[in-house]
């Protein structure tokens, strides 16, 4: 737990602190230069100042005088001037991370001296390294490191090669960050060595020639990143044997070549990216069989053949991105089975026959483009259901018939139609205006069809959906009300939409909370007079629907005091709410940030205890480790005695058997929270990994 208390200079007494051990004062807003004084303390172990506004330069003799020094974290801050080689004299370093500030110049070679290293993270700075030449390599002097897990160099402009010598860097190594770093050459065969990586981060370089076949040989990889590189020749099969792959980025390449048959063995695979290279051939059907897929992007590639039904069977695909390709035959139908499919696009290929009724039960589709195809047929009434639709594109095709005008069809303007001659609709989408009253045969069918047979399979869907919902809140043996009369009343307490509205004065403004990336909290009161802080969740951002989920998941199993108490939730295909615990003494961050208020020494330390009982409790207190993922001030509550709770578990992960992955994908989705949650989220993993450890 950090405690946010101060701002300005640190003051140059901090020196006179004579015994110190630690001094740890990260994620708060001092400015200024850092304390040189502090590195005068000879008894100092760690220094942690990350996530401030410091600036000025190093102390030039920075390791001379602190030979008990293990950590040092300054990333985060506005320090620029060069990393002086008197740092390797703090023999004792095993983390030194200065990530993510201006450091210039020369990245020290005597950095290598520091025998002890784990973590190395200079990432996001302005660091060169010693061309390589005859005495001296970089990166092969990096091999003394024998403990080292993680190799941060990213975003710094090395302009170099990877010499083979990285198969002798240390086989403790885990995490190899040298992405964007003007690294040229081709990827060494050696790097198949470093066994235990479980991310490669070679992105955005000038990496030429293959991939190495010896990638299957690091079989504890779950994130493999070579995009944006001349890397050429096929995918080679051996990435299949990468039994716990769960993202892989190798588009924007040269690669050329069929995408291997064997990728169904990738089975915690979660994210697939071969977009912009010269792939061919057909998409192998086995592919879809990877039921766990959020994402494929194949777009810009020579993908040829048609489509297959079992595109269906990846039921939580949220993108499907095949643009650009020379895709045929019609377009399955199963498609329209993909209810958390949020982008798709099939535009710029071949596709023929009518655009599936079924794409009606995309519900959470947001974005779809089928331009430039040879699609034919009307545009299907069903569409107007498609309530999340924000971009639509049938432009360059052969459509025919009336474009609907319900739904988002409102929003949609020409630019969405463009170029079928057969459509006809409002003056305004630029198309013919349609004769109405002429009664085609054909047309009579279609009404039919939309009349009575789609109401059928709109309801049938409808029932399958509140089924599949309940059933799915419903496992592990939670009971979820559910509005609908047929089912089952639980031992939860049941409460409508109609009465979440009149409980918050219609969601009213004055009732609000707070907002959150996935919908409000409103203070509401129950017809018995209860208070309850209600979570809507807004089903139209990205990501909402699969947030409920997650915290529905986690919410149902769990009971703690220091976590905040679910009371019932609230759900049907438009609406999804909890209603929770109200906590009367609001969020942390208020405490801590707001004028006028004040928590006292002991009050801190409770909320610390709190906090920490209840990360204790999520890690190892229930059967299956979870882990929050968005521990911040923000989603800690106060009840009315100001005891913690910890709230928001929208995208807090379960870890399954063995799932050791999730802890470093975790840590790889760093990219969406607020930079200054990082260090909390690290410290959770940290925790995570000591509990594993310590309960083993
Ligand atoms: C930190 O420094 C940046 C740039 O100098 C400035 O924009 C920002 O307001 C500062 N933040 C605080 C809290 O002092
Ligand atoms: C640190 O100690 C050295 C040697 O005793 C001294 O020369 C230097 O001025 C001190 N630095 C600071 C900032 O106190
Ligand atoms: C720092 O390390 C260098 C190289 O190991 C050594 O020559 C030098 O004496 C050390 N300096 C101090 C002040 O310990
Ligand atoms: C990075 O450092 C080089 C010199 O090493 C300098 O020319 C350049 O301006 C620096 N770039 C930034 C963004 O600071
Ligand atoms: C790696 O280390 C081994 C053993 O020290 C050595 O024989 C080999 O030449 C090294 N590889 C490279 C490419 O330097
Ligand atoms: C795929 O997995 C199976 C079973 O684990 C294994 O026998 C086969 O060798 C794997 N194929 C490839 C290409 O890795
Ligand atoms: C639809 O696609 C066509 C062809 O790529 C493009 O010209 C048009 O601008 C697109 N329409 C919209 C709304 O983006």
């Keep these: 737990m950090v405690i946010h208390i101060v701002a300005g200079a640190i003051p140059s007494e901090i020196g006179n602190l004579e015994n110190l051990e630690m001094f740890n004062i990260g994620l708060n807003y001092f400015t200024g230069p850092i304390p040189f004084e502090i590195f005068n303390i ?29 950590i040092l974290f300054l990333w985060g801050n506005q320090l620029s001037g060069t990393i002086t080689s008197s740092i390797s004299n703090a023999s004792q370093l095993a983390n030194l991370q200065l990530a993510s500030n201006s450091f210039s110049g020369l990245i020290p070679k005597e950095i290598c001296n520091l025998r002890l290293l784990q973590v190395l993270d200079l990432q996001d700075n302005n660091l060169t390294i010693e061309p390589s030449n005859p005495e001296f390599n970089f990166f092969s002097s990096l091999s003394n490191l024998r403990y080292l897990r993680l190799l941060g160099l990213s975003n710094n402009p090395l302009n170099d090669i990877l010499p083979s010598s990285i198969e002798n860097f240390s086989t403790s190594l885990q995490e190899l960050y040298i992405d964007n770093c003007n690294i040229r050459g081709s990827i060494p065969r050696g790097i198949g060595n470093l066994r235990n990586l479980m991310n490669l981060s070679l992105e955005n370089n000038e990496l030429a020639g293959p991939i190495p076949t010896t990638v299957g040989r690091m079989h504890m990889l779950q994130g493999l990143f070579l995009d944006g590189n001349r890397l050429e020749g096929p995918i080679p099969s051996y990435l299949c044997q990468l039994k716990s792959l769960f993202i892989i980025d190798i588009s924007a390449n040269k690669l050329s070549g069929d995408i291997p048959t064997c990728m169904d063995n990738l089975t915690s695979l979660r994210y697939l990216y071969l977009a912009g290279n010269k792939l061919s051939s057909t998409v192998p059907l086995n592919l879809w069989s990877l039921t766990n897929l959020l994402v494929v992007s194949l777009s810009s590639n020579y993908l040829s053949g048609s489509l297959p039904f079992e595109i269906g069977n990846v039921k939580v695909l949220m993108k499907l991105d095949l643009s650009s390709n020379l895709l045929s035959g019609q377009i399955p139908t199963t498609i329209g089975g993909l209810k958390d499919l949020v982008n798709l696009s099939m535009s710029n290929n071949q596709l023929e026959g009518s655009i599936p009724e079924s794409f009606g039960g ?225 969020n942390l961050e208020k405490w801590l940030y707001s004028q006028g208020s004040y928590l006292s020494i002991l009050q ?93």
């Design 604 to 696: 801190r330390l409770n909320i610390m205890k709190d906090v920490a009982s209840a990360l204790e409790y999520l890690h190892y207190g229930y059967s299956t480790p979870i882990i929050h993922c968005d521990l911040k001030p923000n989603n800690i509550l106060l009840d009315e005695d100001m005891v913690a709770h910890v709230a928001d578990f929208g995208i807090a992960k379960l870890l399954g058997d063995g799932d050791s992955m999730v802890q470093t994908m975790t840590l790889a989705t760093i990219g969406y929270m607020a930079p200054g949650d990082v260090f909390l989220l690290q410290l959770e993993v940290e925790c995570l990994s000591f509990y594993s450890c310590i309960h083993k």
């Design 42 to 70: 000879s008894t100092i172990q760690r220094i942690a100042m990350p996530k401030n506004n410091f600036s000025g330069h190093l102390p030039p003799n920075i390791g001379f005088f602190v030979p008990n020094l293990e």
């Design 362 to 586: 995309l519900v959470s589709l947001e974005f779809l483009d089928l331009s430039k195809n040879n699609l034919s047929g009307e545009i299907p009434k069903s569409l107007e259901a498609l309530s999340y639709l924000k971009y639509l594109n049938v432009s360059f095709n052969i459509l025919q018939g009336k474009i609907p005008v319900g739904g988002p069809f409102v929003h949609f303007s020409a630019a969405s139609f463009m170029s079928n001659d057969g459509l006809c609709g409002a003056p305004r989408l630029q198309v013919s205006p349609c004769k109405e009253g002429v009664s085609q045969p054909k047309k009579v069918v279609a009404a039919h069809i939309l009349k009575y047979v789609l109401p059928t399979i709109g309801v049938t869907m409808l029932v399958i959906a509140l089924v599949l919902v309940w059933t799915r809140c419903r496992k592990r043996n939670a009971k979820l009300p559910v509005e609908s009369n047929s089912l089952p009343l639980a031992t939860w307490r049941r409460i409508s939409q109609q009465e979440l509205f009149q409980a918050t004065q219609g969601f009213s403004e004055g009732n609000l909370l707070g907002k959150g990336s996935f919908g409000s909290v409103y203070q509401g009161t129950l017809l018995d007079g209860m208070i309850v802080a209600i979570k809507v969740f807004n089903l139209e951002v990205e990501g909402a629907l699969k947030s409920f989920d997650a915290e529905c998941g986690v919410l149902r199993n769990i009971r703690h005091r220091n976590l905040v108490k679910i009371i019932t939730t609230c759900s049907n295909m438009e609406f999804k709410a909890f209603v929770l615990e109200y906590m009367p003494n609001g």
